[in-house]
């Protein structure tokens, strides 16, 4: 595989698992301030006034009362409707939570006899790790009388990291431990950048040919 073959791979990046709900406020009798600064439905500021008001003013505009600050002196409680509000919160949040991504360390194991065609395959799922944001381990791991040639891991994971060399940062370069060496790296902060401009320059060198 050559190396500018890499950038065709294309994948999702990965999401969060989690799926937080937004708080809920306190709403109408809920409320348990006894006076409250109170917004009308428009943004008008109507000052501080006793709850029962407030709450009358809710009830005559058929809307609910909620404490959206609830931590001022005194709360800020405002006109709106509850329903709505709630729904737009939430969509704000799920949206937040796509544009998420947790960093998870992906491992890749080779042998210090791998030969060519498996660390080709194994490099492009290393590729499809890092285009998702996460760092990757390359791990050589060594068998019987394979530890009298750990030159051999660490030529095989040199050859690994020059590559890679222009989308990724070595966080932590080849060192041995036991039976295995290892190194860890992390995607470029300007992977995406890098990717996106091989493949314009890839298609302007597809139309020149035709």
Same mark, same amino acid.
């Given at each position: ?9 294309? %994948? ?8 937080? /709900? ?23 500021? %109507? ?18 009362? +909620? ?11 405002? %006109? ?25 360390? /992906? ?5 210090? @006899? ?9 490099? !492009?799922?290393?590729? /499809?790790?890092?285009?998702?944001? !996460?760092?990757?381990? $390359?791990? +050589?791991? $060594? ?16 050859? +690994? ?18 039976? @295995?060496?290892?190194?860890? +790296? ?6 995406? !950048? ?17």
């Amino acid at each position: 595989m050559k190396k500018e073959d890499f950038i065709s791979i294309r %994948i999702r990046r990965g999401q969060a698992k989690t799926k937080p /709900k937004p708080p809920k406020e306190r709403i109408n009798r809920q409320i348990q301030a006894k006076k409250v600064r109170l917004i009308s439905q428009e943004g008008k500021q %109507i000052g501080i006034v006793p709850l029962s008001k407030a709450l009358h003013a809710a009830g005559e505009a058929r809307l609910d009362l +909620v404490e959206v600050s609830p931590n001022a002196n005194p709360p800020v409680c405002k %006109i709106l409707d509850f329903g709505a509000y709630y729904y737009k919160k939430e969509r704000k949040m799920r949206e937040a939570r796509k544009k998420q991504h947790i960093v998870q360390t /992906k491992e890749i194991k080779f042998t210090p @006899t791998t030969e060519e065609h498996d660390l080709n395959f194994k490099l !492009n799922h290393a590729i /499809k790790f890092l285009k998702q944001h !996460n760092k990757v381990k $390359f791990t +050589v791991r $060594f068998r019987g009388r394979q530890l009298a040639h750990k030159d051999l891991g660490y030529n095989l994971l040199n050859t +690994v990291l020059d590559y890679l060399d222009e989308i990724i940062e070595i966080d932590s370069k080849p060192k041995s431990e036991g039976r @295995t060496i290892s190194t860890i +790296v992390s995607p470029t902060k300007d992977i995406d !950048n890098i990717i996106e401009d091989f493949n314009k320059e890839k298609e302007d060198e597809k139309i020149l040919e035709e």
